[in-house]
């Protein structure tokens, strides 16, 4: 008998996130886990890394169309989409980090959250 995992919905909606920056050749993919986390305002952090303001908003792009058909949500709140260095994009119990590299190196979300469950997560290439 096949052990069947049961999924959230954080976590179903953090595996399509995470597919749809794969799509688009994000970089430096790394889940956040906060679960555990007592000040955490949320579930999961996703961080990427785009080389470029086209790619980075490829991504957002990607991630709204991929959640969206998959499992019918939209983002609460996007932040960032004017220049592009850095896109938030908040689902409530998973928020999207899509950064520029140099934007990212400055603001180390990851070194915030340091107590959090880390995960990196494979580029697609």
């Known amino acids: 008998m096949t052990k069947k995992r049961i999924v959230g919905e954080s ?3 953090t595996e399509n996130i995470i ?6 050749k994000g970089d430096n993919i790394t889940c956040l886990n906060l679960k555990n986390i007592d000040a955490a305002v949320t579930d999961y952090f996703i961080i990427c890394d785009g080389t ?3 790619q980075v908003s490829a991504i957002k792009d990607s991630i709204e169309k991929e959640v969206r058909e998959a499992l019918g ?4 709140h996007i932040e ?6 850095w896109i938030l994009m908040d ?3 998973v928020v999207v980090h899509i950064f ?7 603001f180390n979300i990851e070194g915030l959250w340091a107590d959090a469950d ?4 494979p580029s697609i290439n």
């Open 11 to 13: 976590e179903l909606l």
């Open 19 to 24: 597919k749809a920056i794969q799509e688009k």
């Open 52 to 54: 470029s303001n086209t």
């Open 73 to 76: 949500e939209k983002p609460w």
């Open 80 to 85: 960032g989409t004017n220049n592009a260095e």
């Open 91 to 93: 689902y409530v119990n």
């Open 100 to 106: 520029q590299k140099e934007t990212r190196a400055f």
């Open 118 to 121: 880390i995960q990196e997560i």
